[in-house]
Nanobody, 114 residues
Framework: VQLQAFGGGSVQAGGSLTLSCAAS????????VDWYSQAPGKERELVAS???????NYVDSAKGRFTISRDRAKNTVNLKMNSLKPEDTAVYYC?????????WGKGTLVTVSS
């Protein structure tokens, strides 16, 4: 099983990016999938989650700006990030807990300049 996160990049404040988490060996729609961020010098923190019923949850700072969603055909979970702020600069990781194991994708860097 492998998770791969991609879609990061550099944008100016107010811009948008869409991150994607792709899985091999695992059907993501069966499990809760999370996106975490880790800013330089800070701990990794939960940004958004989507469960198997497509119920979503967001950290307060992401509400109204970020949208987590599934693409079942592509077996991906996406994080659409709008109105990006410099404080959103971080490495973003996708995560799932499936069949008693934690799986993490390699991070993708998002840099937001002011």
């Amino acid at each position: 099983v492998q998770l791969q996160a991609f879609g990061g990049g550099s944008v100016q404040a107010g811009g948008s990016l869409t991150l994607s988490c792709a899985a091999s060996g695992l059907t993501l729609s069966r499990f809760t999938v999370d996106w975490y961020s880790q800013a330089p010098g800070k701990e990794r923190e939960l940004v958004a989650s989507i469960n198997s019923g497509d119920f979503t949850n967001y950290v307060d700072s992401a509400k109204g700006r970020f949208t987590i969603s599934r693409d079942r055909a592509k077996n991906t979970v996406n994080l659409k990030m709008n109105s990006l702020k410099p404080e959103d600069t971080a490495v973003y990781y996708c995560h799932t807990y499936a069949e008693w194991l934690h799986y993490w994708g390699k991070g993708t860097l998002v840099t937001v300049s002011s």
